[in-house]
């Protein structure tokens, strides 16, 4: 996987750096006290070489914001840097040989760290491609399978399946299996093996170095 771009947010000095684009190497210029250790700082903890990479609220949010901030901190964590990956051409096949040729949208994965310190992934999936490879992966009552005729979103089918008195056990696995794609995202089913590629923190490293004037 490679990493294309970054953004850094609610980070010391920096409340929104907007997304950066990133190449092999890239140099980042600017003003003393602009926000350039910062930002690296940030970066570095996505997926830290020599460090435990732990966001400290108490510590690194911003200031002025922290005292409203830290009364929803245990329930709604602020994101600290988003990073979207393109994922290579035989990562995209494992995903689609377990699905169908274009459940992607597009061939990137978003990857959120927030100041819980827990990762958040996801792909853009395209619910057309997504649905029937769903339904067909279930040996469903004729029924029942009928009923989902036409359907093209992933609500639609999660609808549908609330709806159904039908009490099979096929029925009630491609139930749990769309909600939990619903709650988590196609990276749910990805990240615990029911198709894998290579977990975009786990496989790759970033290593940061800042030059500054002594």
């Not at 399978?145 to 029925?171: C, H, M, Q, Y």
Request: charged share 30%; glycine share 4%.
């Amino acid at each position: 996987m490679q990493l294309d771009r970054i953004r850094v947010q609610n980070y010391k000095c920096i409340e929104d750096s907007g997304w950066v684009d990133l190449e092999q190497v890239t140099c980042f210029v600017g003003k003393n006290e602009s926000g350039k250790t910062a930002f690296l700082q940030a970066i570095e903890k996505l997926n830290p070489v020599n460090s435990s990479g732990k966001f400290v609220p108490l510590e690194e949010y911003p200031r002025k914001r922290y005292t409203k901030y830290k009364t929803r901190h245990e329930n709604d964590p602020d994101p600290v840097v988003t990073a979207v990956y393109h994922l290579t051409d035989g990562e995209q096949d494992r995903i689609e040989s377990e699905y169908e040729t274009g459940i992607l949208d597009t061939p990137e994965i978003e990857v959120v760290k927030d100041y819980k310190n827990n990762y958040h992934w996801d792909f853009s999936v395209n619910d057309r491609v997504l649905v029937p490879s769903l339904i067909d992966d279930y040996d469903l009552p004729g029924p029942t399978e009928r009923s989902f005729e036409g359907i093209e979103t992933i609500d639609e089918l999660e609808s549908k399946l609330d709806e159904s008195e039908a009490e099979s056990e096929e029925v009630h696995s491609l139930r749990d299996r769309v909600k939990r794609i619903q709650n988590e995202g196609l990276s749910a089913e990805i990240e615990t093996g029911t198709c894998w590629i290579n977990n975009p923190i786990s496989s790759t490293s970033m290593s940061t170095r800042s030059w500054m004037d002594t």
